[in-house]
């Protein structure tokens, strides 16, 4: 399998602009998750999904922010509109367990906002 | 709120000596424990789960501890080796949901030197 793949793997962007990332999970995953990494704040957990469907968002920040899962295989983060405290590397995991599981994760998308 | 702790400061080690990572964390009961190491550039990758029940875990060179009285896992690597470079991220897990709603440390960054 080739992993979890995340596009675009860098973003810069304008204040303002809608920002798309990407993710297609490892196949036969069930849970799929949406982390952003800073320097100050580490690895924060923005949403995740359990068979397509969204378990757990209140780790997203605010409005601006959505993330779909239409399929078991795609899913989509949104920020809408982006701001430069977006800044940030954006990473996609997938899991085939619950609880316990182990994570895989992509290689991330790094955003710059301007 | 839930707090995790790691060595913010890099941890300088020469090579075959044996390298002691340290995360506490507060406020939490988490059921499992995990270790992932994380290259510049690149998702983190899972080392390692251990579970409340279980005292110390090991694979090949890496052995954990987790002791829930004090809150603190402690991470160990023997032999250390220049290729063991990177940042190493602790993740409780909390009992909430169904899924592995791991929250990460900061991560410690180990540089083994010659």
């Known amino acids: 399998d080739a992993g979890v793949i995340q596009s675009p793997r860098h973003e810069v962007t304008e204040m303002g602009q809608e920002v798309t990332l990407r993710c297609k999970p490892i196949s036969g995953h069930d849970y799929l998750f949406w982390y952003r990494q800073t320097m100050m704040r580490g690895l924060e957990l923005l949403i995740y999904f359990n068979n397509n469907v969204p378990i757990d968002d209140s780790g997203m920040p605010e409005d601006r922010f959505s993330a779909k899962m239409p399929n078991a295989s795609f899913s989509t983060l949104k920020i809408q509109p982006s701001e430069p405290r977006d800044s940030a590397v954006y990473f996609c995991a997938s899991s085939s367990q619950g609880k316990g599981g182990e994570l895989f994760f992509g290689e991330g998308s790094r955003l710059t906002v301007l | 709120s839930q707090k995790i702790e790691q060595n913010s400061e890099a941890l300088n080690i020469q090579e075959g000596k044996t390298a002691t990572l340290t995360c506490n964390y507060t406020n939490y009961s988490p059921a499992y424990l995990q270790w992932y190491r994380q290259d510049p550039g690149r998702g983190p990758v899972f080392l390692l789960l251990?579970?409340?029940?279980?005292k110390e875990k090991r694979k090949e060179r890496l052995k954990v501890t987790f002791d829930t009285t004090l809150k603190q896992s402690l991470f160990h690597i023997t032999a250390s080796q220049p290729a063991d470079s990177a940042t190493y991220l602790c993740?409780?897990?909390?009992?909430?949901?169904?899924?592995?709603?791991?929250?990460f440390g900061t991560g410690t960054r180990l540089q083994v030197t010659l």
């Open positions: 993740a409780p897990e909390g009992e909430d949901g169904t899924a592995s709603k791991l929250t």
């Open positions: 251990i579970r409340e029940n279980e």
